[in-house]
């Protein structure tokens, strides 16, 4: 399944939460269904910088697709992540790159609410996930 197919497919679901607080409870449900990583994957090496809370993402290449796979701390953290798990994991990284998850953030209304610390953290997952497929499409 294609980026956009997944984008899409995240927007329809995301446009039945009528408000914020729909959308936070979601986005924890989310967060609680996200695996863990195995607790030697909780490293220094994998841990994401620029977050308030504690991240740590793990990305691999398998058949040409990044595979990405990530943790937090902090139940909201967990709920983002599991939307770009979700849109990134399984994808060539070409199309990684060539997708910008700011738009779809703000369309399903979840950028405008975050805090400034929230957010930062999510440009910092972002930025990790395009400077992994940048590695991998090398």
């Given at each position: 399944m294609s980026i956009e197919t997944k984008a899409a497919e995240i927007r329809e679901e995301f446009s039945w939460?009528?408000?914020?607080e729909a959308r936070y409870a979601h986005l924890i449900d989310l967060g609680k269904a996200n695996p863990p990583l195995a607790p030697d994957e909780r490293s220094e090496e994998t841990r994401v910088r620029g977050c308030a809370s504690q991240v740590w993402m793990v990305t691999?290449?398998?058949?040409?697709?990044l595979t990405?796979?990530?943790?937090s701390d902090a139940i909201i953290v967990s709920g983002l992540i599991a939307l770009l798990v979700r849109?990134?994991?399984?994808?060539?990284p070409a199309d990684i790159l060539g997708f910008d998850a700011h738009t779809l953030l703000d369309q399903i209304g979840v950028s405008g609410a975050l805090t400034a610390q929230r957010s930062n953290g999510l440009a910092s997952m972002l930025?990790?996930?395009?400077?992994?497929?940048?590695?991998?499409?090398a």
């Open positions: 939460l009528e408000d914020w691999d290449v398998e058949n040409g697709a990405v796979r990530a943790e849109l990134y994991s399984g994808e060539p930025a990790r996930i395009r400077a992994d497929a940048l590695v991998a499409a």
